[in-house]
């Protein structure tokens, strides 16, 4: 396919409706012939760009982990939440704090969380955030009982509008701000969570703030 503008016009509507993110890979399996990536980068940020442009803006092309998406606009969010009407899963402060936790010390046993809380892990917590594809068991540690390692998903990455772990907020903004910003994962809204973690010097979580 020589035609730029072809090439464009598939990537945005393969984009628009795909229910889940596109790789490089993926957008690759759409043409028969072979495509450079740079030319795949080079039309996508064109699209980013069209998309920006438009007035009023409704949709945004954005990077995640597993790839690029369209998504609406957070000022659309209050609107288009009344599609789906069911109450959004809520976690509890544990859950936050234990998500937090595994993003920023992966990876981690349940050991580990435990000495950095101060508090028992409640089964149901992790078993919680596997469910939602936030964690996931990456390996075990090699010591007595080789204990599972977990780390957080792509989706967790996703769900949060990021590409990398290195997007992350600072660690005592996690908890507070990205997880309680509707506009960001309106599912997992929990005005529970609210104060502000504390750092000790190494980087661990004050157990006198998460106990």
């Not at 503008?5 to 409706?17: F, G, M, R, S, W």
Request: overall charge negative; hydrophobic content about 45%; aromatic content about 6%.
């Amino acid at each position: 396919m020589d035609n730029i503008a072809q090439i464009k016009t598939v990537l945005e509507a393969a984009l628009l409706t795909s229910a889940t993110p596109l790789s490089l890979d993926d957008m690759s399996r759409l043409f028969p012939e072979r495509i450079e990536r740079a030319t795949f980068r080079m039309l996508l940020d064109e699209l980013k760009q069209d998309w920006l442009a438009r007035s009023p803006l409704s949709m945004e092309l954005v990077q995640v982990a597993s790839g690029w998406r369209f998504q609406a606009v957070a000022e659309l969010a209050p609107f288009l939440s009344r599609l789906n009407p069911e109450r959004p899963q809520r976690y509890s402060r544990a859950a936050m704090e234990t998500l937090a936790i595994i993003a920023y010390r992966q990876p981690v046993t349940r050991g580990d969380i435990e000495e950095i809380r101060g508090v028992a892990v409640n089964p149901n917590t992790m078993r919680q955030l596997q469910e939602r594809d936030w964690i996931d068991i990456v390996g075990q540690r090699d010591v007595p009982g080789r204990p599972a390692l977990y780390a957080t998903t792509k989706t967790f990455l996703d769900d949060l509008n990021l590409k990398s772990l290195a997007d992350l907020p600072a660690m005592e903004l996690f908890v507070e701000q990205s997880i309680s910003d509707e506009n960001v994962v309106p599912e997992i809204v929990n005005p529970e969570v609210s104060t502000q973690l504390d750092l000790m010097p190494d980087g661990d979580i004050s157990n006198n703030q998460l106990a």
